[in-house]
């Protein structure tokens, strides 16, 4: 049986983890749109299901979100690749590891904490990867510059 609050927080998790998963599919990663959605609704199913299990057999509700936790490790570490170009999927790790914990939000009805998180997600996405050009060109005029002067040695 679903309780309205429980609708109300697999709604929010669709839409929470749509609005992350779309800033990933803008930009082109394979985690994108689908992935976060579904892991922010997985995380947020899982929840109301330790919340309901919790009152229907007076258990913990920490060994479910403890599972949660682990099986999000476990798709965040495929998520990053290493190769000789160096270390490739951090942030997707990342966003994965978010977009879980933004379902276990909604999934405890920790509206207000669901809503904030990815509101914060999104801005650090978006703010950051803006950033990360500048970043990247100026490393790459250092890594550059180093170079250089071991050459005049």
């Known amino acids: 049986m679903i309780w309205p609050n429980d609708f109300i927080s697999i709604i929010l998790?669709?839409?929470l983890g749509g609005i992350i998963g779309l800033e990933r599919e803008m930009?082109?990663?394979?985690?994108g749109l689908r992935t976060n959605i579904l892991?922010?609704?997985g995380a947020a199913v899982f929840t109301i299901?330790?919340?309901?299990m919790a009152l229907q057999y007076d258990a913990s509700t920490v060994r479910i979100a403890a599972q949660i936790v682990t099986g999000v490790g476990f798709l965040g570490a495929g998520a990053i690749?290493?190769?000789a170009g160096g270390i490739?999927?951090?942030?997707?790790?990342?966003t994965i590891w978010i977009v879980?914990?933004?379902g276990m939000a909604c999934g405890a009805q920790f509206y207000q904490l669901a809503v904030i998180s990815a509101l914060i997600a999104v801005a650090v996405l978006i703010a950051l990867a803006k950033l990360a050009r500048p970043l990247e060109q100026y490393k790459a005029k250092q890594m550059l510059?180093?170079?250089t002067d071991k050459q005049d040695d």
């Open 13 to 15: 998790a669709v839409i």
């Open 81 to 83: 690749i290493q190769d």
């Open 88 to 94: 490739h999927g951090l942030t997707s790790a990342a």
């Open 27 to 31: 930009r082109g990663k394979v985690a």
């Open 100 to 102: 879980a914990s933004v």
């Open 49 to 52: 299901i330790s919340r309901q």
């Open 39 to 41: 892991i922010c609704l």
């Open 145 to 147: 510059q180093s170079k």
